[in-house]
């Protein structure tokens, strides 16, 4: 776009793309302020979900498939020497 005295440039031109400008900028603001705050409740009802699945889930095992599932994670949590 031409610059300012350039043919084809006029006062109410700039002052659009000044006003343009200044919404552009009071948007993006917004959005930087809103993002986070929309990730971290995504990012809670995924793990809600996760955790709502996994209980259910156990509710379904039989008692058998529980005690070898504990085990399994009791292994991993031993500490592996080095």
């Known amino acids: 776009c ?3 005295g350039e ?3 006029t006062k109410e031109d ?3 793309m000044r006003d343009t400008a200044k919404q552009m900028f009071y948007e993006l ?3 930087r302020i809103a993002l986070p705050v929309l990730t971290q409740l995504i990012s809670q009802k995924v ?3 996760l955790m709502k699945q996994n209980m259910e889930a156990m509710s379904k095992m039989s008692d058998e ?3 070898q ?3 399994i ?3 991993g949590q031993e500490p592996q020497p080095e």
Do not use: F
């Open 47 to 49: 793990m809600m979900d």
């Open 65 to 67: 498939d529980r005690s």
């Open 7 to 9: 043919e084809g440039m």
């Open 29 to 31: 603001t917004r959005m």
């Open 69 to 71: 599932l504990d085990e």
């Open 73 to 75: 994670l009791k292994k």
């Open 14 to 16: 700039l002052k659009g």
């Open 2 to 4: 031409p610059g300012v």
